[in-house]
């Protein structure tokens, strides 16, 4: 074989493996509220928001608001960011980030909305 094809191989197998261990990194399982305390990683929490919890600060756009996961346990989340526009209307709320001195620290929210075909079926099954 010629050297060109020899580096060439190297190259693409260098990329290829850095390419799997940085798909690895980024992925993320959910977990529950005890397992984040015990985690020293960055994970996902999914629950719902407990209505009314939330504090949003303009001024250090902090918000804070509480959830519970589907253990059922009630925790703090605060999130340094700009309040998702569509959090009041969530059906369920994914927290990522890491548990610390008794609040969750999120780095992102997810939230996941009412599907517009799941309100289309609530009003076909009323009729």
Do not use: W
Not at 8 to 13: M, R
Not at 40 to 47: A, E, F
Not at 71 to 100: C, L, R, Y
């Amino acid at each position: 074989m010629k050297p060109k094809y020899i580096i060439g191989i190297i190259i693409i197998v260098t990329l290829l493996i850095y390419a799997g261990m940085s798909f690895k990194s980024n992925l993320r399982r959910y977990v529950s509220l005890e397992e984040a305390k015990h985690m020293h990683s960055t994970v996902q929490v999914k629950g719902q928001r407990v209505p009314g919890s939330e504090l949003y600060d303009h001024d250090s756009k902090t918000f804070n608001f509480k959830m519970t996961d589907e253990s059922g346990q009630v925790f703090q989340v605060v999130f340094h960011g700009v309040k998702p526009s569509n959090f009041d209307n969530a059906k369920e709320v994914v927290a990522v980030g890491k548990f610390h001195d008794g609040v969750f620290k999120a780095d992102q929210i997810l939230v996941k909305c009412p599907s517009k075909y799941e309100a289309e079926m609530a009003k076909g099954e009323q009729s």
